[in-house]
C-alpha cells in the first residue's frame, strides 16, 4: 500500500503539483493520500484524479484569484510589494482574518466530493480544534460528502492570518499546527511504502512512530518563494522544480540545484576528470618543493571536489555545474543538457569585458562571475610561468570555487 503524503506550505503548494507530473510521468500508483493544509486541498484533487483541472489552477495561481479585491488592490499598484503584503497581512490579523470566502468558493468549484467519496483511495486529513488546540483527523469514510469541501478548508485555515471555519459550531484552523507532515496518519490507514512531499514551511512535523516504513522525501532544493506569497510566475516555477526533483529522486534527471538530462553529468565527469585534474596538478606545481597535496591542505575545497576518492557530497562535477549556474544567472527551473549550459555560460563569459589579474586587488567586492572571466582568461592565455602559477595561486586560494569552475570551463573548451 502506498501512500502520498503532503505536507502545508501556503503558496508553495504548486510544488506539489510538480511532484504529482512527474509521479504521473513515471506510473507511480497509489493507495492512500494524507495531507495538510494547501497539501489536504491538493491531496483531495489527487483522489479525484484531475491532474489538469489542478494545473491549470496553480498555473494561473494569484492573490486576486483567492481573496476579496479590496485586499488585495494596494499589492497591484505598489511598487514595494513586500511592505504592502505585509501591511495587507497585519490589517487582517487584527481584524480577525482574512476574508477567505473567494478561497471556499474556488474549492467548491475545483472538487467533486462525490467522486471523491466514491474513489477506492483512502483520503484523510487534518485539521486543529481551535478551543482545545486538539488535532481533528478529517477521514472521508466518516463524513458526508457536503461536509468534505468545510473541512478542507478549516485544515488550509492559516489562523491568524485567515479566518477560522466553523464546521458543526466547532472553530478549526490550520492543521499544521498539530502535524504539517501526516506521516503517521499515512501509516494509520496502512500505508507500507510513502513518498513524502515536504515543503520546508512553517508548522509543526511529528517524528514517525514505525522506523520499519520506507519514506522517500522529496523536499524543494531550489528556493520556491514565500508561503504567504501566491504569485502566478512564483506558482510556475514551484511546479517546474516539483517535476524536477521528483525526477531526481527516482534517478530519472541529474544534478543538485540546477537539472540536467540523464547521465549527461556522468559522461561529462568521465570525459575530462584526468585531464582536469592535470591541469590543477600543473597549475599548483610551480616549484620544485611544493607539491600538489602540500598546498590543496590549506584549502579543503579542492581536495573535497577532486582529491577524495570517496566523495561524501556526491559528484564533484555537479558542485561546480551549480556554481556555475548561479553565478552567471542561469534558469534553475530549465531542463539542460550539458551542451546547452555550457553554451549558455560561454555566451555570457564572452559578454564581459576582460580584465587583468591584478583587478582583483583593486576590486574591494569583486562579482564571482568577475572573478571566474579574470581567471578563465589567465589560463586561456597559456602563459603558466612558475610566476603566473604563483600568482594565480595566491589568488585561487581566496577564491576557491571561482578558480576551479574557471580550470573547468578551460578544460572543456581544450577538448
Known amino acids: 500500500m502506498r501512500a502520498i503524503v503532503l505536507s502545508g506550505g501556503g503558496a508553495k503548494g504548486a510544488y506539489e503539483i510538480g511532484v504529482w507530473k512527474a509521479l504521473r510521468k513515471l506510473h507511480i500508483s497509489y493507495d492512500i493520500v494524507t495531507g495538510t493544509s494547501v497539501g489536504a486541498l491538493n491531496g483531495a484533487l489527487m483522489i479525484q484524479n484531475t491532474y489538469f483541472k489542478a494545473y491549470r489552477l496553480w498555473n494561473h495561481m494569484d492573490f486576486q484569484l483567492l481573496f476579496q479585491e479590496k485586499d488585495v488592490e494596494d499589492l497591484k499598484s505598489s511598487d514595494h510589494q513586500l511592505l504592502s503584503l ?3 497581512y497585519g490589517k487582517n490579523i487584527l481584524n480577525g482574518g482574512m476574508d477567505v470566502s473567494k478561497l471556499e468558493t474556488l474549492i467548491h468549484k475545483y ?24 488535532p481533528m483527523v478529517v477521514n472521508k469514510r466518516d463524513i458526508r460528502a457536503d461536509k468534505l469541501c468545510d473541512y478542507l478548508m478549516a485544515s488550509a485555515s492559516c489562523y491568524p492570518v485567515f ?32 513518498i513524502a512531499v515536504d515543503l520546508n514551511a512553517v508548522g509543526i512535523v511529528r517524528t514517525v ?33 516539483g517535476y524536477n526533483d521528483t525526477m531526481k529522486v527516482f534517478q530519472k534527471l541529474d544534478g543538485k540545484k540546477f537539472t540536467f538530462k540523464k547521465n549527461h553529468i556522468k559522461k561529462t565527469e568521465e570525459k575530462i576528470e584526468h585531464s582536469l585534474k592535470e591541469n590543477i596538478k600543473e597549475l599548483f606545481s610551480f616549484t620544485e618543493n611544493a607539491t600538489i597535496l602540500d598546498i590543496l591542505k590549506a584549502n579543503t575545497i579542492y581536495k573535497n571536489f577532486l582529491l577524495e576518492e570517496k566523495r561524501t557530497n556526491g559528484s564533484f562535477l555537479a558542485n561546480i555545474l551549480d556554481h556555475l549556474g548561479k553565478t552567471f544567472a542561469c534558469d534553475e527551473a530549465k531542463i539542460y543538457t550539458i551542451h546547452q549550459f555550457h553554451r549558455e555560460i560561454r555566451n555570457k563569459l564572452e559578454k564581459m ?32 610561468t612558475n610566476q603566473k602559477k604563483k600568482e594565480l595561486c595566491n589568488h585561487a586560494l581566496l577564491f576557491p570555487k571561482e578558480y576551479l569552475a574557471a580550470i573547468y570551463l578551460y578544460t572543456i573548451e581544450r577538448r
Open 111 to 134: 472538487l467533486n466530493p462525490q467522486r471523491i467519496m466514491k474513489s477506492k483511495k483512502e483520503f484523510a486529513i487534518i485539521t486543529v480544534n481551535s478551543k482545545t488546540l486538539k
Open 209 to 241: 512512530k514505525d522506523k520499519s516504513i520506507p519514506i522517500t522525501y522529496i523536499k524543494p532544493r531550489n528556493k520556491i518563494g514565500s508561503f504567504l506569497v501566491f504569485d502566478q510566475t512564483q506558482a510556475q516555477r514551484a511546479i517546474c522544480f
Open 86 to 88: 505585509a501591511k495587507m
Open 163 to 194: 479566518q477560522k471555519k466553523i464546521v458543526d459550531q466547532i472553530p478549526l484552523i490550520d492543521g499544521g499546527l498539530y502535524d504539517n507532515m501526516p506521516i503517521n496518519l499515512a501509516i494509520e490507514l496502512g500505508a507500507t511504502e510513502i
Open 353 to 384: 569585458p576582460k580584465n587583468s589579474l591584478s583587478a582583483l586587488k583593486k576590486l574591494k567586492k569583486p562579482p564571482k562571475s568577475e572573478i571566474i572571466k579574470i581567471f578563465y582568461t589567465q589560463l586561456a592565455e597559456r602563459s603558466w
